[in-house]
């Protein structure tokens, strides 16, 4: 599968704490070879929305814009991935 990520996630990731940083790097390699190792999902009544686990408090999400490639938009704790996902399904402000 290939993947890209954008500028606000690269934003996103730069802020994160180092350790959260060297992770979320094995947590993609992973990804590349075995997409399921890291959880990679579709996020429910959001079929082009995808999310993997960095860790067990980090998620990334990303659009799925063809079949074999990710857009990653977002990186951060599970708190503000949920907040992401409201955002996206047009819900909070």
Same mark, same amino acid.
Request: net charge positive; aromatic share 10%; charged share 30%.
């Given at each position: 599968?290939?993947? %890209?990520?954008?500028? #606000?996630?690269?934003?996103?990731?730069? !802020? $994160?704490?180092?350790? =959260?940083? %060297?992770?979320?790097? %094995?947590?993609? /390699?992973?990804?590349?070879?075995?997409? #399921?190792?890291? #959880?990679? !999902?579709?996020? !429910?009544?959001?079929?082009? $929305?995808?999310?993997?686990?960095? #860790?067990?408090?980090? &998620?990334? $999400?990303?659009?799925?814009? /063809?079949?074999?490639? @990710? @857009?990653?938009?977002? @990186?951060?704790?599970?708190?503000?991935?949920? $907040?992401? @996902? =409201? &955002?996206?399904?047009?819900?909070?402000?």
């Amino acid at each position: 599968m290939r993947s %890209k990520i954008t500028r #606000n996630f690269r934003q996103r990731l730069g !802020k $994160l704490p180092l350790h =959260i940083q %060297k992770q979320a790097v %094995k947590a993609y /390699e992973m990804f590349l070879r075995d997409p #399921n190792s890291v #959880n990679f !999902k579709p996020i !429910k009544g959001m079929d082009d $929305l995808y999310s993997a686990q960095v #860790n067990d408090d980090y &998620r990334v $999400l990303g659009d799925r814009v /063809e079949n074999e490639l @990710i @857009i990653w938009d977002f @990186i951060g704790s599970h708190a503000q991935y949920m $907040l992401y @996902i =409201i &955002r996206r399904r047009g819900g909070g402000d």
